[in-house]
């Protein structure tokens, strides 16, 4: 298929917006080196960032193009903007915000503390296993990108902010991508890769526990053990504090408040005008009874919103590659495939290109759905949460930034063992 010009602009930029989130940790080293424009330069080395700049780039051409037609050049990106779907960075956005507050935390992390209680190990170790093998599950039932917040959150509060070795640093960022990544797919709404097709193929909860969710549970235990196991020795050394052992003072009734809050955004996950407004009244109580609460996250979700906006508004470019690629294979060709493609491009992207195929097999399905999740942790664009957890952790690496090959090192075994799950059990 040849692409049109507007196409092939579009695959141009994508593929550069790729090779830049290659480069961030240069960009980093140059705002250190001139201070004077660290501002501008640090935003380049923001993962997040790029493809919204970029994705700004593609939104200029469309605007240049434009010039001189009948309907103009502002008029010709209102309708490319309007022809896209961005209730998907929207939610993120909020279930970030409310996820990540103080009252939450405070839940989650008593019910981490309670569960590594019952293993009969070191209790740092426990704490550790519980928070990559529990927390990726429970993503399942308040999505992926929540999960991923409470799960980066409490590492940080518990190891990261301590002294963690670079190896155990990017062991766990790699099992907590790919753990949250596969970890959603017990049910059929809170992994992104999965809402895009379950719709259309009529996927239930019931199936999706039955067909694939077991199967990641199986490898988010292993995951999460091996490293564990492997890690033992400094892990033990670390002290779990007690803090947010208990309510630290937020009333149980605020608490609920706040999980009431979260539901509804979930609950309405698919329409932006009414989980939006859930997120201005949480806005509006945080602000009211500021005591109950730590900084709220607004950076970094926006963002992480930023960042899913400009792959939204650049991936409308891609299916002219994309979709011919996937339709030329079978079903264990796309599943290899759609792991390996998924380390380039988001895996939601991925799987609803899949889902416009007509005459599809119930095994072709299968194989394109577990393969986007197999290789959700393999880079940052990889999984839309992805991002979520990047922008909490990076700053505790050298630099201020992940390396992407570190990271790509680090989730290679992790990927290796849900690919074993998935193909084998």
Known sequence: MT???????????????????????????????H???????????????????????????????AIGTESGASLAVAEYLENRNYTE??????IMIVAASKPVLILASAIVRQTSRLLPTA????????????????????TEPAAMALAALI???????????????????????????????????????????????KWDSLFMLTHIGWRSAVAVFVNATAVSLVFRKELSRFEISGRREHSDGVPWPVVGLHLLLLFLIVLFAHHPRVFLGVLLIFLAFAHAYPRFQE?????????????LAGLVTLGGQQSWWLQPLLSRMDATTVYYGATALTAVTDNAALTYL????????DEFKYALVA????????????????????AILQGHFRGGAVNPLGLLAAAALPTLVAILAFRLL
């Open 3 to 33: 692409p049109t010009t507007l196409q092939a602009i579009g695959a141009t930029l994508f593929a550069v917006a790729i090779l830049h989130t290659f480069s961030v940790g240069f960009f980093a080293r140059l705002a250190k080196k």
């Open 35 to 65: 201070p004077a424009h660290a501002g501008l330069l640090g935003l380049f080395a923001e993962v997040e960032f790029v493809f919204g700049f970029w994705a700004g780039i593609l939104l200029l051409s469309i605007a240049v193009a």
């Open 89 to 94: 960075p929207l939610f993120v956005l909020a």
């Open 123 to 142: 209790r740092p170790i426990a704490f550790y296993f519980t928070i990559l093998a529990v927390v990726p599950l429970l993503s399942s039932f308040i």
């Open 155 to 201: 590492l940080k509060d518990a190891y990261y902010r301590k002294d963690m070795s670079p190896r155990l640093m990017y062991a766990t960022l790699g099992v907590l991508f790919v753990n949250v990544s596969i970890g959603g797919t017990l049910t059929n709404f809170a992994a992104p890769p999965v809402l895009m097709v379950a719709g259309v193929w």
């Open 295 to 307: 900084r709220l996250i607004l950076r970094e979700g926006l963002m992480v919103s930023c960042f």
């Open 354 to 361: 899949g889902s416009l195929v007509e005459g599809l097999s």
């Open 371 to 390: 393969g986007a999740v197999t290789g959700g942790g393999l880079t940052v664009i990889a999984n839309a949460p992805n991002p979520a957890g990047m």
